[in-house]
């Protein structure tokens, strides 16, 4: 018999198949039984009739508890009704492995008692839909900067310094001298940036974030492209391109997806070049206007990046930012030093900030000032340094956060299902 995956069923259609996967639901009007099964790539429902099966095989209907693992052989039918569009016509069911009281029911569960399950909670379709696509958001950023020629350079994950500040570092031990683990990979990239032109790098970020919000995890996945030569606007371009690809595809390919999740497709449709671009000043104005008081030169908190984002409806582009508020590496503005030439991408319907990056300081001296200026162990950064003392050339670049992307096109409340297995606040089980 054909082992098939119920995603390929439409392939199959008349055709006597077997199906692998577990039990997610079932029901029974007696002579009937309805079964749900699930096998990873989707959810099938499989009719068991009476008078077509043996009794062993119509009677197994009460030893199959959810998520006991199964194998199911029938026919494949085409049926509007049936969810996916395809059911089955069993003709055997075998028993591989029976759940015995599974935790998570059908119920609602409160997010305490789900978090520590979380390797039984990713089988929910709900999570199912969420890591699908995530993989979809991943495989399109990966296509988006292959198509555009760059070279994927990979950040290692241990480091001798920090990137983005000292005080969300997680240190570690490395033959008894401290080593970090990786902020973000963005050093490297201007490194690779000099040797190779476009590069991104894709890969895990840490942070001890000592915070908790739904926008913050303290292990989150992000792309750093870096482009020799780019400018600001250059750079604002390709944030705008990606993130336009990005739902373009989504929206593409993971229509079930996004429907099993509810989200309302007229927000991501809406996502069309060109976005919004304000200036910060700009942006505390709005914040200030819509009732929140915020002065200038201070950064935004998570009330104000809410607000902000809550007024348009495509993702913005928020630009040249106080200095004070942006780290050591930021280019200033020629026509104003106390502004880095800088940007953060707001996602709309109060999403919030997805991307940070800008034009790095190519200039030696200045860079070297600012660090000492900061109290930066410059010994640590000498090869940084390197890189504007043989051929310094104007580079510019940016991060995307995955999760926090991918939090605001499945449209959900908190980050932490945005990931297989989020690292939170004090929590790192499973
Ligand atoms: O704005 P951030 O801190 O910028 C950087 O790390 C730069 N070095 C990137 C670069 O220019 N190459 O982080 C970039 C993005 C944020 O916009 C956000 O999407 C995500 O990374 N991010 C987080 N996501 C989840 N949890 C956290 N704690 C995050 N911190 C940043
Ligand atoms: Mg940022």
Redesign the pocket.
């Given at each position: 018999m054909k082992w098939i995956y119920i995603e390929d069923a439409g392939k199959h259609v008349g055709e006597e198949v077997e199906i692998r996967g577990w039990l997610f639901n079932k029901r029974s009007s007696g002579k009937i039984h309805f079964l749900i099964v699930r096998d990873g790539t989707g959810f099938m429902q499989a009719v068991v009739v009476k008078s077509e099966v043996s009794d062993e095989v119509f009677d197994l209907y009460d030893e199959l508890t959810q998520e006991s693992s199964i194998i199911v052989q029938g026919v494949v039918r085409a049926d509007k009704r049936a969810p996916g569009g395809y059911e089955l016509t069993v003709r055997n069911i075998q028993l591989v492995h029976r759940a015995i009281d599974y935790p998570i029911t059908k119920k609602e569960h409160g997010i305490g008692f789900l978090l520590p399950r979380r390797h039984l909670w990713l089988r929910s379709r709900k999570q199912w839909a969420l890591m699908r696509l995530r993989n979809e958001v991943e495989m399109a950023i990966e296509d988006f900067f292959q198509n555009e020629k760059f070279v994927r350079v990979d950040a290692p994950i241990l480091t001798p310094s920090a990137?983005?500040g000292t005080t969300?570092l997680f240190k570690t031990d490395y033959f008894g001298e401290p080593a970090y683990l990786s902020?973000?990979?963005?050093?490297y990239?201007e490194a690779a940036a000099m040797a190779l032109g476009k590069v991104y790098c894709f890969g895990p970020?840490f942070?001890a974030?000592k915070s908790k919000t739904r926008?913050?995890?303290?292990e989150?996945w992000?792309a750093?492209?870096?482009v020799a030569w780019a400018t600001l606007d250059d750079i604002m371009d390709l944030a705008e391109n990606l993130i336009a690809y990005i739902v373009e595809r989504v929206l593409e390919t993971r229509q079930e997806e996004l429907k099993l999740l509810e989200r309302d497709i007229s927000k991501l449709e809406a996502v069309k070049k060109p976005f919004y671009r304000i200036t910060y000043t700009e942006a505390v104005e709005i914040v200030n206007k819509a009732g929140l008081k915020m002065e200038w030169g201070e950064d935004f908190g998570g009330d104000e990046e809410t607000v902000l984002a809550q007024q348009f409806d495509k993702p913005i582009l928020v630009h040249r930012y106080p200095a004070k508020v942006k780290?050591f590496?930021m280019k200033r503005d020629p026509e104003n030093p106390d502004l880095a030439l800088c940007v953060?991408?707001l996602a709309p319907e109060g999403y919030g900030?997805?991307?940070?990056?800008?034009q790095r300081e190519d200039d030696y001296e200045t860079l070297y000032n600012r660090m000492v200026e900061e109290n930066m162990p410059i010994e640590d950064y000498e090869w940084y340094l390197d890189l504007r003392k043989y051929g310094s050339v104007p580079h510019s670049?940016?991060?995307?956060?995955?999760?926090?992307?991918l939090r605001w096109i499945a449209g959900i409340h908190h980050?932490r299902e945005a990931i297989p297995f989020p690292r939170l606040l004090e929590k790192i089980y499973p």
């Open positions: 990137c983005e969300t902020q973000s990979g963005q050093l990239m970020a942070r974030e926008r913050h995890l303290m989150f992000q750093e492209p870096e780290p590496y953060d991408v900030e997805i991307v940070g990056g800008g670049g940016f991060g995307i956060g995955l999760e926090r992307t980050i």
